[in-house]
């Protein structure tokens, strides 16, 4: 059943014009700061080539524009969770959705995935924008993948967020400006983080994510990333069992 849900909210977000939208969008912009960063790095070249242990194509312009996916992908992704639940109640789906012979976890973990292999596929397209210096240069692959996979649980992170404030409305406007407050929220912890070593540093998502991008495989960072991600899906599947006991 989780299969059945996943192709459905795959075939509604691609039927939709948004998710071309957000996914040109996001292509241009990284395509810009690639292109950026490339050309800075062909400027200072020569210079590098005179350091004992230069920095390579990947700390030059990989890393700084998976820095920058992050970002991105915390402003669009309430564009997509608004969505997933708060969309179904305002079309009166909902209740025949959760009225049907399907657990409430298959329906929450089909959305999620839905959701995640559109993500898969924006972070995919990165890689091999990425993959592309390879025509003229060398590749850290453990950085690259370091980010690649850093970058998959930060997003995991903000849509198991956005699938859980979803669920407690059935205006999707209000659902996405609750979650883009609250990933605004975590990105404010981070500046704060940044300027003082706080107990504020263990809840920052981004924070977390740095080490990634920095090419550091953190043990409790991906901790950190897993209990946020099932914490949230448990708190929807909570939330919408309680709804189906309600009737």
Known sequence: MIATIVGKELKQLFAAPLAWILLALMQLILAWVFLGHLDAFLEIQSQLM??????????????????????????????????????ERRNHTMALLVSAPVSITDIVLGKFLGLMIFFVMLIALLAGLSLSLLAGGTLDFGLLMSNVLGLLLVAACFVSLGLYISSLTAHPTIAAIGTLGLLLGFWVIDIVASDMDSFARNFSLLKHYDYFNRGIIDSFSIVYFVLFIVTFL??????LDGERLRG
């Open 234 to 239: 448990l708190l929807t599947i909570r939330r």
């Open 50 to 87: 005179q350091i004992a242990n230069p920095p390579g194509v990947t700390e030059i312009i990989v890393v700084p524009v998976f820095a920058l996916a992050a970002i991105v992908l915390l402003m669009m992704t309430p564009l997509l969770t608004m969505r997933l639940i708060a969309e």
